[in-house]
Each structure stands twice: as C-alpha cells, then as structure tokens.
C-alpha cells in the first residue's frame, strides 16, 4: 500500500505540474529583468546598461530557481526507483 502511495505521488500529475511550472519559472525573471532594465535606462539615460545588468541578474536567478526545483525532483524520483 505504501509503494503505491509513492508512486501515485510522483505521476503524471506532477510531471505536468513541473513542465508548465518549468516554463513560467523560466520566462518570468527574464521578462521582469527586461522591463526593469529598460525602465532603469530611460530614467539613467543610460541604454543599454541596464538592461544587460538586470538580463544577467535574471539570468542567474532563474538557473538558481531551475535548481531548486529540478534537484529535489530528481531526488525523489531517484529514491523511488531505488
């Protein structure tokens, strides 16, 4: 009863919640990123400072929110099959 418990818990469902997740997590920052970088420019006169600035800056913070999420993923799916 157990392992079926586990493997329900780690199905489709949750595939499909990592993958639309996934793809979210990945345009967010960047977009944000983008539209506070041009906003910094405009303000600086500044062009393209910023912008490249704030792209790097989301760049980083998506790997980290990609690892975050992914990792633990793996694990628990690695620790299933064990």
């Known amino acids: 009863m157990h392992s079926q418990h586990q493997k329900n818990t ?5 595939i499909l919640f990592l ?3 996934i793809g979210f997590m ?5 977009v944000v990123s983008i539209v506070i970088g041009v906003w910094v420019d405009k303000r600086l ?3 393209p400072i910023a912008i490249i600035i704030s792209v790097v800056v989301g760049f980083f913070l998506t790997v980290i929110q990609f690892y975050k999420i992914i990792i633990p993923f793996l694990d628990k799916r690695s620790n299933i099959k064990k």
């Open 10 to 14: 780690n199905g489709w469902g949750d």
């Open 19 to 21: 993958g639309s997740g």
């Open 26 to 30: 990945l345009a967010t920052p960047l």
């Open 45 to 47: 006169q500044t062009f």
